[in-house]
């Protein structure tokens, strides 16, 4: 007899955002007059951009011939991209990272989900609050997580970060000694960003504790700001403590398209054991690489007409971010973020919850956001807005907003 997978049965319902799609699909059943605009999930609107496009389609081409047929890719990626990865994201930045030690993969997601296969089932997790739940539930279905606690929201192992405005949206190094720190900047949801010289206290604290630190940085390009770090290597002393995945989806616009890359570096090592070796026999394992075309496609992101017109794709997401941002704290809002992210976080009016605040601006502003509740406990009283939407609706949207006062 088969039985279920139990840490699988002890995740929680995936509320979020099933609950916000449902109550906007009902909203709009009863007003079908009215016109709804999304501000919540993450997702791009703007098309790929036309020198990712030329580039996928001469690949489509070089497939149907003979000699620029490609079938299964190298384990770690092709060789083309993974240079251009640590040539571009690296090396310009003064980062030693060496094209061996990237892997690429179809997109940020599984990375920050598989990662944790390959620490110890006994390691002790931290996690900011609110956080990505992503690191949350990977940890929850491999068994580290404990049991839920219904009263607080949180789990028995876990250690929360607290991250909220009376910290600056900072997580503070936690009294319980962590094995695996992850982290987010610029962070979804809060859209708080990190300096340096915070990020290298992490790494001396890593270092130290002999943690790593899984950095997740798929909204790096959109760090405006010459002393916010793009990369957790721009650290010293991070080779020996951090591992870091980049996505190609905000970046880049590959939400649907799928590509990321992780990073293990060889100088990570438990013991005498390469986390490098434990990522390439898991990567080899159990994945067979992201496809040709769209490896082709990454390369074109790393391009000179890439990266000018990616250039714009950021400052039309941006230019909506500083919309909302100056319409909110126009209409009296506490605001935060949406200066080197996408993401505009605000503190409910009147200590209203977070799902009071989203029927209330469904309800009076058409206008669909996101629960900071639905993200960690200490979101409660917060509301995520994306700047991922048309020019158009986020002005439509701030309009609304200011007129519910
Ligand atoms: C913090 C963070 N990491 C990773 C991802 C996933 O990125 P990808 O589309 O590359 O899987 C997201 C997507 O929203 C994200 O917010």
Same mark, same amino acid.
């Given at each position: 007899?088969?039985?279920?997978?139990? +840490?699988? @049965?002890?995740?929680?319902?995936?509320?979020?955002?099933?609950?916000?799609?449902?109550?906007?699909?009902?909203?709009?059943?009863?007003?079908?007059?009215? %016109?709804?605009?999304?501000?919540?999930?993450? +997702?791009?609107?703007?098309? *790929?951009?036309? =020198?990712?496009?030329?580039?996928?389609?001469?690949?489509? +081409?070089?497939?149907? &011939?003979?000699?620029?047929?490609?079938?299964?890719?190298?384990?770690?990626?092709?060789?083309?991209?993974?240079?251009?990865?640590?040539?571009?994201?690296?090396?310009?930045?003064?980062?030693?990272?060496?094209?061996?030690? *990237?892997?690429?993969?179809?997109?940020?997601?599984?990375?920050?989900?598989?990662?944790?296969?390959?620490?110890?089932?006994?390691?002790?997790?931290?996690?900011?609050?609110?956080?990505?739940?992503?690191?949350?539930?990977?940890?929850?279905?491999?068994?580290?997580?404990?049991?839920?606690?219904?009263?607080?929201?949180?789990?028995?192992? @876990?250690?929360?970060?607290?991250?909220?405005?009376?910290?600056?949206?900072?997580?503070?190094?936690?009294?319980?000694?962590?094995?695996?720190?992850? @982290?987010?900047?610029?962070?979804?949801? &809060?859209?708080?960003?990190?300096?340096?010289?915070?990020?290298?206290?992490?790494?001396?604290? =890593?270092?130290?504790?002999?943690?790593?630190?899984?950095?997740?940085? =798929?909204?790096?390009?959109?760090?405006?700001?010459?002393?916010?770090?793009?990369?957790?290597?721009?650290?010293?002393?991070?080779?020996?403590?951090?591992?870091?995945?980049?996505?190609?989806?905000?970046?880049?616009?590959?939400?649907?398209?799928?590509?990321?890359?992780?990073?293990?570096? %060889?100088?990570?090592?438990?013991?005498?054991?390469?986390?490098?070796?434990?990522?390439?026999?898991?990567?080899?394992?159990?994945?067979?690489?992201?496809?040709?075309?769209?490896?082709?496609?990454?390369?074109?992101?790393?391009?000179?007409?890439?990266?000018?017109?990616?250039?714009?794709?950021?400052?039309?997401?941006?230019?909506?971010?500083?919309?909302?941002?100056?319409?909110?704290?126009?209409?009296?809002?506490?605001?935060?973020?949406?200066?080197?992210?996408?993401?505009?976080?605000?503190?409910?009016?009147?200590?209203?919850?977070?799902? +009071?605040?989203?029927?209330?601006?469904?309800?009076?502003?058409?206008?669909?956001?996101?629960?900071?509740?639905?993200?960690?406990?200490?979101?409660?009283?917060?509301?995520? @807005? &994306?700047?991922?939407?048309?020019?158009?609706? &986020?002005?439509?949207?701030?309009?609304?907003?200011?007129?519910?006062?």
């Amino acid at each position: 007899m088969f039985t279920a997978n139990g +840490d699988y @049965l002890k995740l929680r319902g995936s509320y979020l955002f099933s609950t916000v799609a449902r109550k906007q699909r009902e909203y709009e059943a009863s007003h079908p007059d009215r %016109k709804v605009i999304k501000l919540s999930i993450g +997702d791009v609107t703007l098309p *790929i951009a036309p =020198a990712i496009t030329e580039a996928m389609h001469k690949a489509v +081409d070089e497939m149907a &011939t003979a000699e620029g047929f490609h079938g299964y890719a190298p384990d770690l990626g092709y060789e083309f991209l993974r240079k251009a990865a640590a040539d571009n994201d690296y090396k310009a930045r003064g980062c030693d990272i060496s094209p061996d030690e *990237i892997f690429i993969s179809d997109g940020a997601k599984g990375d920050c989900g598989n990662i944790q296969e390959i620490f110890s089932k006994e390691c002790r997790v931290a996690v900011c609050d609110p956080v990505y739940p992503v690191y949350v539930d990977t940890n929850v279905m491999a068994g580290r997580a404990g049991t839920f606690n219904e009263q607080t929201e949180t789990w028995s192992d @876990l250690i929360y970060m607290p991250c909220t405005a009376e910290n600056g949206f900072m997580p503070e190094i936690p009294s319980e000694t962590p094995d695996i720190i992850y @982290l987010c900047f610029p962070n979804n949801p &809060t859209g708080g960003v990190i300096t340096k010289d915070a990020l290298q206290k992490w790494v001396d604290y =890593a270092n130290k504790v002999k943690a790593v630190i899984i950095y997740d940085a =798929a909204y790096e390009a959109y760090i405006s700001d010459a002393s916010i770090p793009h990369s957790i290597y721009e650290c010293e002393g991070a080779r020996t403590c951090a591992i870091e995945i980049h996505s190609f989806s905000k970046n880049a616009g590959f939400t649907g398209v799928r590509l990321g890359y992780t990073v293990v570096p %060889k100088d990570l090592k438990s013991g005498d054991v390469m986390l490098h070796s434990l990522w390439a026999r898991r990567h080899g394992t159990k994945y067979n690489g992201a496809p040709y075309i769209i490896q082709r496609a990454g390369e074109a992101v790393y391009s000179e007409e890439g990266k000018k017109q990616l250039k714009e794709q950021v400052a039309y997401y941006m230019k909506n971010a500083a919309y909302i941002l100056d319409g909110l704290k126009e209409a009296g809002y506490e605001v935060y973020g949406g200066k080197n992210a996408p993401y505009i976080w605000l503190k409910t009016p009147d200590g209203m919850s977070s799902w +009071d605040f989203f029927d209330m601006l469904l309800e009076r502003a058409n206008v669909v956001g996101t629960p900071g509740s639905g993200f960690g406990p200490s979101g409660e009283h917060y509301f995520r @807005l &994306t700047a991922f939407g048309s020019y158009e609706n &986020t002005v439509a949207a701030v309009d609304r907003i200011k007129k519910m006062q």
